[in-house]
């Protein structure tokens, strides 16, 4: 992949708590398509089912019901005795607002360790999907985990949490490469003020599906949420909006091999559906070509024919009924109105979302700990 595009990548949401400060997070607002009609007659003249194009910036821009994507990928180096790159990598680095690539990663909000210490949401929800490298997760409910590697964390703020996202370094023998991409998923008015909740998908649980001509491997699917023809993901969080199967939401990763082609089914009329080209030399759509890093707008209502170019392709999927309800955003808050994020803003300053029960704001767990989570009730779930 093209690393010049460094000015595009790398941003969970630049927003830092230190003390009771927040920097905020421009919005960018959704929009919406007009659906074509499925009468036979105008299937003979149906338009061209890629309906915009648009080069990807420095957070991507999403549709309803998402918030907003990001694609993170550094090359760590070996880590350290703390698990953080050695000191003589953060020389001349703006530490604590590090988001320039340097040596080919980003130290983001963390002093230490890569990452981004403690800092609070509301009112909408992370899918945190890890294709390479650890996560080490801790939060003001007590919860905690290690995740990385292929699996998935799906956290509901609700009416509001703290949380701590660091990258450690856990090899002090190799290098630590990390790519993940974040997913902020709005949640409707009546879910905006539930109980926090988070959940692991873990890898060994997600369907992966092999599309072949013959023997010749031609796709590899991830479907990380919702269903792809009898491929279903784990369950969303119970109050997710992805939670009813006729919302829609959908998260696939498709990774075509060189010259690969792969037919996605259509989604039913008024799911709003973007596809994401982030890695490969080609992609072509019903014979309509998409330059790198760019994403297309489609009609839901037709089957895409996706065909790779001389090297792997990847793209990612996001698709979902719209939620369709006003958005307020400011930073890490999203409300219905202006008065409900002063009111998150309050309630934060006054109750920190119930305070922070780590000995440190960029929390990360011992060296040799495998996969685990642990939840708020004191349940912990343990993979190798």
Request: proline content about 7%; hydrophobic content about 35%.
């Amino acid at each position: 992949m093209e690393k010049s595009q460094d000015n595009r990548r790398g941003f969970l949401g630049k927003l830092l708590i230190g003390g009771s400060s927040l920097v905020a997070l421009p919005f960018l607002a959704s929009t919406t398509k007009e659906s074509t009609t499925d009468t036979k007659e105008e299937e003979e003249t149906m338009e061209h089912p890629v309906k915009k194009v648009r080069a990807l910036g420095f957070q991507w821009e999403t549709r309803d019901p998402f918030l907003f994507c990001v694609h993170h990928e550094d090359k760590f180096p070996k880590g350290n005795e703390e698990m953080g790159p050695d000191p003589s990598y953060l020389q001349g680095r703006q530490m604590g607002q590090d988001f320039l690539l340097k040596d080919g990663f980003r130290m983001y909000h963390g002093q230490t360790v890569p990452g981004f210490p403690g800092h609070p949401h509301r009112g909408f929800e992370t899918i945190t999907v890890v294709r390479e490298g650890l996560v080490d997760h801790a939060d003001s409910t007590g919860a905690a985990g290690r995740y990385g590697n292929g699996d998935v964390q799906w956290m509901t703020a609700g009416k509001g949490v703290q949380h701590s996202e660091m990258f450690p370094l856990i090899h002090p023998d190799k290098e630590n490469p990390l790519e993940l991409f974040q997913i902020w998923l709005n949640l409707p008015k009546r879910s905006k003020m539930v109980e926090p909740y988070f959940k692991m998908l873990w890898s060994e649980t997600i369907p992966i599906i092999e599309h072949k001509e013959g023997d010749v491997l031609q796709a590899t699917i991830e479907v990380l949420a919702g269903k792809l023809a009898e491929n279903a993901a784990p369950t969303a969080p119970p109050d997710s909006w992805a939670s009813p199967d006729e919302n829609e939401v959908a998260i696939y990763n498709i990774k075509l091999e060189p010259n690969g082609t792969y037919e996605l089914p259509a989604a039913s009329k008024g799911v709003n559906r973007t596809l994401y080209f982030y890695e490969g030399n080609d992609l072509v759509i019903n014979e309509q070509f998409i330059p790198n890093y760019h994403a297309a707008d489609v009609d839901e209502t037709q089957a895409l024919t996706l065909q790779a170019g001389a090297e792997v392709s990847k793209v990612l999927v996001l698709q979902g009924k719209p939620i369709d309800e006003p958005v307020v955003q400011h930073g890490p808050f999203v409300m219905n109105t202006r008065q409900e994020i002063q009111q998150a803003f309050e309630d934060y300053h006054s109750t920190k979302f119930g305070g922070w029960p780590w000995s440190r704001y960029d929390q990360v767990h011992d060296r040799d700990k495998g996969r685990f989570a642990l939840h708020s009730d004191g349940t912990e779930e343990v993979k190798s």
